[in-house]
C-alpha cells in the first residue's frame, strides 16, 4: 500500500468535481438511507452504484424511487466490488462495528451514521483500523454541518459571548420511538457532538438521571449535567416523549447570550447583546450591585442549506484530498465516551461518572502499516 498524508480538514467544503466518477455503496435503506442515495447522487462527480437491505420490500422501495440502482441483501455486494470507493452505513447501532470493521478492511472509506459504535472500545478499535490502513472514517454528526450551529461556532470563535459561563440544550418530540437504543445514544448523541463542536473541549464528568417510561431498559427521557473544563456546565434534556418539537440551545457568556432554534423560521440564532455589569455601591467602601444589561437582538443572516448535503459533500472533499472530516473517528469516539459516561450515571441513580480515557484497541498479532497523519491530536 503506498502511504498517503491524511491531514485535519480545517476550512470550507464544496461540491466540486474531478475527472473521475466517485462510487458510493449504501448499506442500510431504512430511514436515512434514501436521504443519503439522494444527496450523493445530486453531487457532480459522484454516483451510488448499489445499496443493501436485508429486507426486501425495502430494496423494492428505493428501485422505484431510484432508477439504475442496484440493490442486494448482502453486504459483500458493495465491499467486494472495485468500483466502489466509498461506503455509507446506515443500519441499526447494533451492527456498526462489523460492517464498519468489514468495510475498512476492504480497503473503503467510510461515513458512517452516528454514533460510530455502541461502546468506546468498540469506537478506538476502528480509529486505529482506519489510521492503520490510511482510510478515510467519518460519521454521521449532521448538526455539525447545520449552517445555524456553524454560525454560533463562528461567533464564539470570533469571542462575541466572552468567557463562556453554560449552555443549555433541548431536543424533545413525541417519537419516533427506538427499540435498539436509548434517548442518551440516540437524542442526546446530537446535543453531545454540538458541544464537543462549539466548546472544542472535553467534559470531565457528567450527571445524568433517566427514566424508561415506554419500554424496560430503554430510556424515554434523560436530563444531562456535564462539566467541562474551566467551570463551563452543559445541561441537556432530551425526550421522545413530550407534546413538543423542540430543538434548541442557548449559550451564555459574561459579554454577550447566544440562542439558536432550528425550527424558527425567522432565522435559527439570535444575539442577545445582554449580560450583567458590576456597579459600585457608594454605601460602602468596596461593596457592589449586580446590574442586568439590556441591549440589542441581532438576528444575523443564515443561508439555508440541508445539513445532510453539506455532510456528503464533505465527505467527498475528504476522500478526494485525503484530508480529516471534522466528524472524524476521534470526534465520534469522544462523544461516546460522554454518552457512556452519562448511562453510567443514570444506572447509579445519577451519581457523578467521570467521562473514562480514551480506551485503546486490542492489540494486533502484526504491526501496524505505517501512516503519516498531521495535527493527529487526543482531543
Given at each position: 500500500?503506498?502511504?498517503?498524508?491524511?491531514?485535519?480538514?480545517?476550512?470550507?467544503?464544496?461540491?466540486?468535481s474531478?475527472?473521475m466518477?466517485?462510487?458510493?455503496?449504501?448499506?442500510?435503506c431504512?430511514e436515512?438511507?434514501p436521504?443519503?442515495?439522494?444527496?450523493f447522487?445530486s453531487?457532480?462527480?459522484?454516483?451510488?452504484?448499489?445499496?443493501v437491505d436485508?429486507r426486501?420490500?425495502r430494496r423494492?422501495?428505493?428501485?422505484?424511487l431510484?432508477?439504475?440502482?442496484?440493490?442486494?441483501?448482502?453486504?459483500?455486494?458493495?465491499?467486494?466490488?472495485p468500483?466502489?470507493?466509498?461506503?455509507?452505513v446506515?443500519?441499526?447501532?447494533?451492527t456498526?462495528?462489523?460492517?464498519v470493521?468489514?468495510?475498512?478492511?476492504?480497503?473503503k472509506?467510510?461515513l458512517?451514521?452516528?454514533?460510530?459504535?455502541?461502546?468506546?472500545?468498540?469506537?478506538?478499535?476502528?480509529?486505529?483500523?482506519?489510521?492503520?490502513?490510511s482510510?478515510?472514517?467519518?460519521v454521521?454528526?449532521v448538526?455539525?454541518?447545520?449552517?445555524?450551529?456553524r454560525?454560533l461556532?463562528?461567533s464564539?470563535?470570533?469571542?462575541d459571548?466572552?468567557?463562556?459561563?453554560?449552555?443549555?440544550?433541548e431536543?424533545?418530540?413525541?417519537?419516533?420511538f427506538?427499540?435498539?437504543?436509548?434517548?442518551?445514544?440516540?437524542?442526546?448523541s446530537?446535543?453531545?457532538?454540538?458541544?464537543?463542536?462549539?466548546?472544542?473541549a472535553?467534559?470531565?464528568?457528567?450527571?445524568?438521571?433517566?427514566?424508561?417510561?415506554?419500554q424496560?431498559?430503554?430510556?424515554?427521557?434523560?436530563?444531562l449535567s456535564i462539566?467541562?473544563?474551566?467551570?463551563?456546565?452543559?445541561?441537556?434534556?432530551?425526550?421522545w416523549?413530550?407534546?413538543k418539537?423542540?430543538?434548541?440551545l442557548?449559550v451564555?457568556g459574561?459579554?454577550?447570550?447566544i440562542?439558536w432554534?432550528?425550527?424558527?423560521?425567522?432565522?435559527?440564532?439570535?444575539?442577545?447583546?445582554?449580560?450583567?455589569?458590576?456597579?459600585?455601591?457608594?454605601r460602602?467602601?468596596?461593596?457592589?450591585q449586580?446590574?442586568?444589561?439590556?441591549g440589542?437582538?441581532?438576528?444575523?443572516?443564515?443561508a439555508?442549506?440541508?445539513?445532510?448535503?453539506?455532510?456528503?459533500?464533505?465527505?467527498?472533499?475528504?476522500?478526494r484530498?485525503?484530508?480529516?472530516?471534522e466528524?472524524?473517528g476521534?470526534?465520534?469516539l469522544?462523544?461516546?465516551r460522554v454518552?457512556e459516561?452519562?448511562?453510567?450515571?443514570?444506572?447509579?441513580?445519577?451519581?457523578?461518572?467521570?467521562?473514562?480515557?480514551?480506551?485503546?484497541?486490542?492489540p494486533?498479532s502484526?504491526?501496524?502499516?505505517?501512516i503519516?497523519?498531521a495535527?493527529?491530536?487526543?482531543?
Amino acid at each position: 500500500m503506498v502511504e498517503q498524508t491524511i491531514r485535519r480538514d480545517g476550512g470550507a467544503f464544496s461540491s466540486t468535481s474531478d475527472d473521475m466518477e466517485y462510487q458510493v455503496g449504501v448499506i442500510g435503506c431504512g430511514e436515512w438511507g434514501p436521504n443519503h442515495i439522494r444527496n450523493f447522487n445530486s453531487i457532480p462527480g459522484c454516483r451510488v452504484r448499489t445499496c443493501v437491505d436485508l429486507r426486501e420490500e425495502r430494496r423494492q422501495a428505493v428501485s422505484r424511487l431510484f432508477r439504475g440502482l442496484k440493490t442486494s441483501g448482502d453486504v459483500r455486494a458493495v465491499l467486494d466490488d472495485p468500483k466502489i470507493h466509498g461506503v455509507v452505513v446506515a443500519t441499526p447501532t447494533a451492527t456498526h462495528f462489523d460492517i464498519v470493521r468489514d468495510a475498512l478492511l476492504a480497503g473503503k472509506d467510510v461515513l458512517c451514521e452516528k454514533p460510530l459504535a455502541p461502546t468506546a472500545d468498540e469506537c478506538a478499535v476502528l480509529v486505529d483500523l482506519a489510521e492503520e490502513r490510511s482510510r478515510i472514517l467519518m460519521v454521521g454528526h449532521v448538526f455539525l454541518y447545520n449552517p445555524g450551529i456553524r454560525r454560533l461556532r463562528e461567533s464564539l470563535l470570533h469571542d462575541d459571548c466572552g468567557r463562556i459561563y453554560y449552555v443549555h440544550a433541548e431536543r424533545t418530540n413525541l417519537g419516533p420511538f427506538r427499540r435498539d437504543v436509548s434517548a442518551v445514544f440516540d437524542l442526546a448523541s446530537h446535543d453531545v457532538s454540538i458541544l464537543l463542536f462549539l466548546l472544542a473541549a472535553m467534559p470531565t464528568e457528567v450527571s445524568a438521571r433517566g427514566e424508561c417510561y415506554l419500554q424496560p431498559n430503554v430510556q424515554d427521557v434523560a436530563f444531562l449535567s456535564i462539566a467541562f473544563p474551566n467551570a463551563v456546565l452543559a445541561n441537556v434534556h432530551v425526550s421522545w416523549l413530550d407534546p413538543k418539537k423542540v430543538r434548541r440551545l442557548t449559550v451564555v457568556g459574561d459579554r454577550k447570550m447566544i440562542a439558536w432554534d432550528d425550527l424558527d423560521a425567522t432565522g435559527p440564532i439570535r444575539i442577545y447583546d445582554k449580560g450583567v455589569v458590576r456597579s459600585s455601591s457608594y454605601r460602602d467602601y468596596g461593596e457592589f450591585q449586580l446590574l442586568a444589561r439590556e441591549g440589542d437582538v441581532t438576528i444575523p443572516r443564515v443561508a439555508g442549506a440541508e445539513p445532510l448535503k453539506l455532510q456528503s459533500e464533505q465527505f467527498l472533499r475528504c476522500v478526494r484530498e485525503r484530508v480529516l472530516p471534522e466528524s472524524d473517528g476521534r470526534f465520534a469516539l469522544n462523544v461516546v465516551r460522554v454518552l457512556e459516561a452519562a448511562q453510567r450515571s443514570i444506572a447509579q441513580g445519577g451519581a457523578p461518572s467521570a467521562v473514562a480515557a480514551r480506551p485503546r484497541a486490542t492489540p494486533r498479532s502484526s504491526p501496524p502499516k505505517p501512516i503519516s497523519v498531521a495535527e493527529r491530536t487526543e482531543r
